[in-house]
C-alpha cells in the first residue's frame, strides 16, 4: 500500500513532465483509497519539476536497500 508522503519510483517515462523511469517522487495525495496518486518530483536542491497524478502503474513503493541515481535535468518542453 503506498500512503501520503512515501517515496515512489516512476516506472515510466514522462517526457513531457521532463521525467524518466527511475526518478524518485514523493506521494502527496492518494486519490480514492489507490485508484491515482498526486507525486511530486524535485531536484537535489528542493526546485520542484512537476506534481503529477499518475496512475497505480506508473509508481511504485521505494524497496529498501535501493540506492537513488542523479541525472541531470533536461529542460522540460511545454
Known amino acids: ?8 519510483i516512476l516506472t515510466s517515462d514522462l ?3 521532463g521525467l524518466a523511469t527511475g526518478d524518485v517522487g514523493a506521494v502527496v495525495h492518494v486519490y480514492r483509497g489507490g485508484a491515482g496518486y ?9 526546485e520542484t519539476v512537476a ?10 513503493p521505494a524497496a529498501r536497500r535501493e540506492i537513488p541515481h ?9
Open 70 to 78: 542523479a541525472r541531470r535535468l533536461e529542460p522540460a518542453v511545454r
Open 51 to 60: 506534481v503529477v497524478t499518475l496512475k497505480p502503474d506508473q509508481i511504485r
Open 1 to 8: 500500500m503506498i500512503n501520503e508522503l512515501d517515496r515512489v
Open 38 to 46: 498526486e507525486v511530486e518530483f524535485v531536484t537535489l536542491d528542493g
Open 15 to 17: 517526457p513531457e513532465e
